[in-house]
């Protein structure tokens, strides 16, 4: 394990805050009693050469943060007087800024602390019997709904969107302490470049008013509004070591409505509207359905140069497509262990139109009702770069699979094999597939009691017991 673990990027997630004393929230006092441990990965700036947020200035989040915009937050109105103090201008709020969750926080959370039901964020004229009852396609036929009752969902939304919905501005680092967990909300980072989000739990970002598309597809869908992390018009943002899940909410406890899943959740992380230099690393997803939409729109247009992401060391676990699906960007995706199955699976890599994914080194372990031939989709793309990936099919031993050959020999039409980019951007060398697992299982998402190597102190020894600077971790 010492020679796998040898130059790997630089996490330690062993956070916590020492025991504190009663202290006014939000923190900055408390902030002077972090452990050294916590202190240092929050200054931490993403190392150089890691993936495509290291690309220009690099990512150094809210590393400059003075102590009087250090703060360690414990509820909504806390992270949101840590971001700036108003959630509509937040985004705008350049100065560098390191905030630390601490425990649980819920964006259903009101300005006291009491939680919100959908029921009192809906207008006054929006509820669902009477909007399933208005546009019943056997009643209102396959045309979107329009009239009162969709202009009162859209003033529901605008309501959730102002609750649930945090700005995070440039110059920013959002890392969770031991435990810490973002319910029923969305980190959007929006014209906020520089920012990196790191050691957190997301879970159930949920949508109370769903929107129906009976264009959508042949029988149309249910689409909802809010991602756990949106990526939006921003560069260099790192999003590391955090965990993604519906917990308890999960999309195949939804009812059906019009014959189609009433679907209440969006992505995980999408990266969308002209984003890019974008690096994924030791993220955990978890039992979702929509993981990650790289681009949003089939037209071409500013998205064209952009888009451009890593994802490296990745854990997909029981998750069903988007993992990711690509429009136009240069997107790196090595290293990462997808564990998948299940009737409802759809697909893994989406190769989108003008997309170039290059995917290198990954390890797919699947149950015996996924093809290997089905892991890729085209969605209007022409051609990937695909080596080096390993198979392990329903308890079977692991092998090499060509997956793009796999593929061609059961679609039409083939897609071609270069994705006519090679990366440049990798701190370490790629590890071989078969470790793939050994290393991504139980160092993927947030609060891994493990140290592995600081990109600052040199080189890991045993697990443990390394030491950085004189310290031990």
Request: with cysteine; hydrophobic share 40%.
């Amino acid at each position: 394990m010492r020679r796998i673990l040898t130059g790997a990027t630089v996490i330690a997630l062993l956070l916590g805050a020492a025991p504190a004393a009663a202290a006014p929230r939000p923190d900055v006092a408390s902030a002077d009693r972090l452990s050294w441990l916590a202190r240092q990965l929050g200054r931490q700036a993403l190392p150089e050469r890691d993936g495509w947020a290291a690309e220009g200035a690099g990512t150094s989040g809210g590393s400059a943060a003075t102590p009087d915009r250090t703060r360690v937050v414990h509820s909504r109105a806390e992270l949101v007087a840590a971001l700036g103090g108003d959630n509509a201008s937040n985004a705008t709020d350049a100065t560098p800024k390191l905030i630390y969750v601490d425990g649980a926080i819920d964006g259903f959370e009101g300005p006291d602390g009491t939680p919100l039901s959908c029921a009192e964020l809906a207008d006054p004229a929006y509820g669902l019997d009477a909007y399933l009852a208005a546009y019943d396609p056997a009643v209102w036929g396959r045309v979107p709904p329009s009239g009162p009752l969709e202009e009162a969902r859209v003033r529901s939304v605008t309501n959730q969107t102002r609750q649930t919905q945090v700005n995070v501005g440039p110059n920013t680092t959002i890392v969770g302490l031991r435990g810490a967990r973002l319910s029923g909300l969305t980190l959007m980072i929006d014209r906020a470049s520089n920012v990196i989000v790191r050691n957190l739990t997301f879970v159930d970002a949920r949508d109370c008013f769903p929107a129906w598309s009976p264009t959508d597809g042949e029988a149309g869908n249910w689409n909802s509004q809010y991602d756990q992390i949106s990526v939006r018009r921003s560069d260099n943002v790192w999003v590391d070591h955090n965990t993604f899940t519906d917990g308890d909410n999960p999309d195949n406890a939804q009812p059906v409505h019009f014959g189609r899943p009433y679907q209440v959740h969006d992505g995980s992380l999408d990266i969308t509207h002209t984003a890019s230099l974008v690096t994924a690393s030791w993220n955990r997803f978890t039992g979702r359905d929509k993981l990650m939409l790289i681009g949003s729109s089939n037209t071409v247009g500013p998205d064209v140069g952009r888009l451009k992401v890593t994802l490296h060391h990745n854990l997909f676990d029981g998750v069903l497509q988007r993992l990711p699906r690509v429009r136009f960007g240069q997107v790196d995706v090595y290293n990462n262990h997808y564990r998948l199955g299940g009737d409802d699976f759809q697909y893994a890599l989406g190769v989108g139109v003008q997309s170039a994914i290059y995917a290198q080194n990954n390890f797919f372990t699947l149950d015996a009702t996924v093809d290997p031939a089905d892991l890729l989709y085209d969605w209007g793309g022409t051609a990937l770069t695909e080596r080096g990936s390993w198979v392990r099919q329903g308890g079977g031993l692991a092998r090499p699979v060509d997956l793009l050959a796999a593929y061609n020999a059961t679609h039409d039409p083939d897609l071609g094999a270069d994705a006519g980019w090679t990366p440049v951007l990798r701190r370490d060398p790629v590890l071989p597939a078969p470790l793939v697992p050994l290393l991504v299982d139980p160092l993927a998402g947030a609060t891994v009691p493990l140290v592995v190597t600081a990109g600052t102190c040199g080189r890991v020894g045993d697990v443990g017991a390394h030491r950085c600077g004189g310290d031990r971790l």
